[in-house]
């Protein structure tokens, strides 16, 4: 089974500073997708970026860019020019490359931005 | 586009009646439904998993006479928590997938509080 690793349960960053949330997984499988999401205090889950494991480019979305290093199975999410609006629980996931659509979550962390 | 309703947002009931939480795909047709429970400060852990026209796939340690779910149609899928007791106080939360884009979509949530 599939396994992902949160090691960082808080962080904390300076607004406008650069912030890296660490991700670790653990699988047997070629294809799959990773993804982090986001949950404001309103808990709402909010999608932040996703990539595909066949993909040799890092995903970016704007301020939101990931380190994605597939042999060391490591999925890092870096965050730059931190807004108080970052605030969040960041949850990194993975999914199989299949017809099963199902996440497994890491723990999370609770990301706390200073202003 | 990708949005997930759920209805209700919170709800309080007494111990031994039951309680079903709708969850909609409002711009998409989803064929798989995901529901998931929450517990404070911690990760989402999978209940099961909804398939339209047919039977739900539950995750082990779920007991599928007190879970209930129903996916009807292509965008509504329906869960009932069944002779609810107050230890099933919990945040629930359902997602949805879009086939095409292969990333699932959260609906916000469902508090439910058994006194």
């Known amino acids: 089974a599939q396994t992902v690793t949160q090691s960082q349960p808080e962080m904390s960053v300076q607004e406008a500073e650069t912030v890296t949330l660490s991700c670790t997984y653990d699988?047997?499988?070629?294809?799959?997708?990773l993804f982090w999401y986001k949950q404001p205090p309103s808990r709402q889950m909010i999608l932040v970026i996703r990539?595909?494991?066949?993909?040799?480019q890092n995903a970016t979305e704007n301020r939101f860019s990931v380190n994605f290093q597939k042999a060391a199975k490591s999925f890092s999410l870096k965050i730059s020019d931190s807004q108080l609006g970052d605030a969040a629980m960041y949850f990194c996931?993975?999914?199989?490359?299949?017809?099963?659509?199902?996440?497994?979550f890491g723990k999370g962390t609770l990301l706390t931005v200073n202003p | 586009g990708a949005v997930v309703s759920q209805h209700p947002s919170w709800v309080i009931c007494k111990s031994g009646t039951s309680v079903k939480i709708e969850c909609r795909s409002l711009?998409?047709?989803?064929?798989?439904m995901f529901w998931y429970r929450q517990f404070p400060k911690k990760s989402l852990m999978l209940m099961a998993t909804?398939?339209?026209?047919?039977?739900?796939?539950?995750e082990q340690g779920v007991e599928k006479d007190k879970f209930l779910i129903n996916h009807a149609s292509l965008t509504l899928s329906t869960l009932t928590v069944t002779s609810a007791h107050p230890e099933d106080s919990s945040f629930y939360i359902c997602s949805a997938g879009r086939e095409i884009q292969e990333t699932q979509y959260f609906g916000p949530g469902t508090r439910l509080l058994v006194l």
């Open positions: 909804s398939n339209e026209g047919s039977k739900a796939t539950y």
């Open positions: 699988t047997s499988e070629s294809d799959y997708y």
């Open positions: 996931a993975y999914r199989s490359g299949g017809s099963n659509y199902k996440l497994t």
């Open positions: 711009d998409f047709q989803a064929t798989t």
């Open positions: 990539q595909e494991a066949y993909k040799q």
